[in-house]
C-alpha cells in the first residue's frame, strides 16, 4: 500500500510538472507582440502587438512613398515655375509584404509550430525599396523637355560688299543635368529610409517632410562662339590686287571667271599650304573649261582653259603684297599683257603649279570679285597695320628675237616675206621690301625668270640664201616637250 502511494506521488508530480511546462508553452506561443529587438528596415518593433507593428509597416510604406519632391525652374530659364511629384511618381517604391507575412505567421500554425517559430524568429526584417530611373528622368522630361529640344547656334561672320568684317554672336542651349538632379535627389532618399527615430515617436511627422532644389541646368555652347571665331584673326582685308581682261573673247572671260567663282571664300588654316592645282580641278568639274587661248611652246594656240593663269597671277600678286611665303610658283614662257613681267604666276596641268604658305599666324581668307571684265583677288586675315611690301620687277638682260625661214612656193627665188614679226626676251629679277613704320627692313629676292623672245618668221622663195641670223629650225621645235601653260594641258583640234 505504501509503494502504491509512492508511485501516485511520483506521477501526480510528474503530471503537475508536464501541466506547467504546456501551460509555460502555451502562454509563449500565444504571446500577441512582436520579440523584443526585432526591426524591419530599422523601424524598432519589439515588444509591439503583431497587428500593430504590421499595420505600422503598411503605414510606413504608404507614407515614405508619398513624402515629396519639389523641382524649381532654374532662374537661367527665367522661369520660376515648379513641379511637386512623390517618391512614388518619380519611380521610388518600398515594399514590406515579406516583413508583414514573416510577423503574420507568429500567429499561425499549430501552438507548437508557433512555439518554434517564435524561438528562432530573426530580429532583422528586411523592407525593399526599388527606384526607376527612367520613370524618374520621363517625369522630368514631361514637364520641362523643351529645353532638350533647343540647339546651340554658331557665331557668324560676314564679309560684306563694302569689305567690312561683321561678326554675330553665337547662342547657347541648355540642358535639363539628369546626372545632378540624381546626386541631389538619391542621398535625400537614402536619408528617408533611415529616418526611423521620428517614425517611431510620431508617424504622422513622416508626410510634412519635402526636398527642394532647382532644376539643374548644364550649358551647351557651340562649336563656334564668337571668341573662338575672332581667334581666328580675319580682322579686316589685309590686301586687293586687279588685272583687267576686257579684251579677252567671251571663252577666256567664261574661264576667268568661273575659276574665280571656286576661288572665292576658300579658307587657310595657319601654315596651311594653298595648291591652285586643286581650284582648277574644282572648277573643271562644276563648270568646265571653254576654249581660249593657251600658250605652247612659246606660242599662242586654240586650247582649253586659257585664262586660268590670269586667276593665278593676280592671286600671286595679293599674296606677296601680303609677305606670304611662296612655295611654288613659275613665270610664264612668255610676257602677259595684264601684269609687268616678272610678276606673273603660270600654270601647267601636270606639270606646274602655284602654291603659297599661310605664315600670317592666324586664319586667311580669298575673297575675289569679277566685275565690268576686271578681277579682283582680296585676301581678309591679320597683318599690321604699319606694315607694307612694294614689289619691284628690274630687266637685267634682254634676249634678241632669232629668224625663221621657212620655203614657199608662192615666192620667187631670192624672195621673202615677214609673216610675224619678232619680240625681244628677258631676263627679270623681282624684289620684295618690308616696310614698317615708314622705314625699309628688309629686302629679298623673290624670283628671277626668263621669257623667251619670239622669233621672226620669215618666208623664202626657192633658192633663196639662207639669212646669217637663223633661229631653230621648224623640225627642232616639234621635238620639244609640250606642255601646256595657262591651259589643261589638252589642245583644242584645229578649226
Known amino acids: 500500500m505504501k509503494r502504491i502511494h509512492v508511485v501516485f506521488i511520483v506521477v501526480l508530480g510528474l503530471l503537475l510538472v508536464a501541466s506547467a511546462g504546456w501551460g ?22 519589439g515588444g509591439m502587438e503583431v497587428d500593430e507593428a504590421a499595420s505600422l509597416l503598411s503605414q510606413y510604406v504608404d507614407l515614405w512613398e508619398q513624402q515629396k519632391v519639389v ?10 515655375d515648379s513641379k511637386t511629384w512623390t517618391l512614388e511618381e518619380l519611380g521610388n517604391h518600398a515594399d514590406a509584404e515579406a516583413a508583414i507575412a514573416a510577423l503574420k505567421k507568429l500567429q499561425e500554425g499549430s501552438l507548437i509550430d508557433r512555439a518554434r517559430y517564435r524561438h528562432s524568429f530573426e530580429k532583422t526584417l528586411t523592407v525593399n525599396y526599388s527606384s526607376d530611373q527612367q520613370v524618374f528622368d520621363d517625369a522630368i522630361h514631361k514637364e520641362w523637355g523643351w529645353i532638350d529640344a533647343s540647339a546651340p547656334t554658331n557665331a557668324t561672320r560676314v564679309i560684306t560688299a563694302n569689305d567690312r568684317v561683321v561678326y554675330t554672336p553665337s547662342s547657347n542651349a541648355y540642358r535639363i543635368d539628369y ?66 581682261f576686257a579684251t579677252s573673247a567671251e571663252g577666256r572671260a567664261f574661264n576667268v571667271t568661273s575659276t574665280a567663282k571656286v576661288l572665292n571664300d576658300v579658307e587657310l588654316a595657319p601654315d596651311e599650304v594653298f595648291s591652285y592645282g586643286k581650284i582648277v580641278a574644282a ?42 611665303d611662296i612655295v611654288e610658283r613659275r613665270n610664264h ?27 600670317t599666324g592666324k586664319y586667311l581668307i580669298i575673297r575675289t570679285v569679277v566685275e565690268d571684265r576686271k578681277l579682283t583677288v582680296k585676301l581678309f586675315g591679320t597683318m599690321p597695320d604699319n606694315v607694307r611690301y612694294d614689289i619691284e620687277s628690274i630687266t637685267t638682260s634682254t634676249i634678241e628675237p632669232t629668224i625663221k625661214e621657212t620655203v614657199s612656193d608662192a615666192l620667187p627665188p631670192g624672195g621673202r616675206l615677214i609673216t610675224q614679226q619678232g619680240k625681244q626676251g628677258y631676263v627679270v629679277e623681282t624684289y620684295r621690301t618690308l616696310v614698317r613704320d615708314g622705314e625699309v627692313v628688309s629686302r629679298e629676292r623673290l624670283s628671277k625668270d626668263k621669257y623667251n623672245a619670239q622669233p621672226t618668221l620669215v618666208n623664202i622663195g626657192k633658192g633663196t640664201e639662207p639669212s646669217k641670223k637663223l633661229g631653230p629650225g621648224a623640225p627642232n621645235d616639234a621635238e620639244q616637250t609640250p606642255i601646256i601653260e595657262d591651259g589643261l594641258g589638252v589642245q583644242a583640234p584645229s578649226a
Open 24 to 45: 509555460a508553452v502555451w502562454l509563449y506561443a500565444s504571446d500577441s507582440k512582436v520579440p523584443e529587438d526585432v526591426t524591419a528596415g530599422g523601424i524598432p518593433l
Open 71 to 80: 523641382v524649381l525652374a532654374n532662374e537661367a530659364l527665367e522661369s520660376t
Open 179 to 244: 546626372d545632378v538632379l540624381h546626386e541631389q535627389v538619391d542621398p535625400w532618399i537614402e536619408e528617408a529610409k533611415t529616418s526611423t527615430a521620428v517614425l517611431a515617436a510620431d508617424l504622422d511627422a513622416l508626410p510634412t517632410r519635402e526636398l527642394h532644389l532647382p532644376l539643374p541646368i548644364k550649358t551647351v555652347e557651340p562649336e563656334f562662339t564668337l571668341e573662338k571665331l575672332k581667334a581666328q584673326g580675319i580682322d579686316r582685308m589685309i590686301m586687293s590686287f586687279t588685272t583687267d
Open 283 to 324: 572648277t573643271e568639274k562644276e563648270y568646265g573649261y571653254r576654249e581660249a587661248p593657251v600658250i605652247q611652246n612659246g606660242k599662242l594656240v586654240p586650247g582649253i582653259g586659257g585664262g586660268i593663269c590670269q586667276v593665278s597671277s593676280t592671286l600671286y600678286n595679293a599674296v606677296i603684297r601680303a609677305g606670304l
Open 333 to 359: 614662257s612668255l610676257p602677259v599683257s595684264y601684269l609687268p613681267i616678272g610678276q606673273d604666276a603660270t600654270f601647267a596641268s601636270g606639270a606646274i603649279d602655284f602654291r603659297f604658305k599661310n605664315t
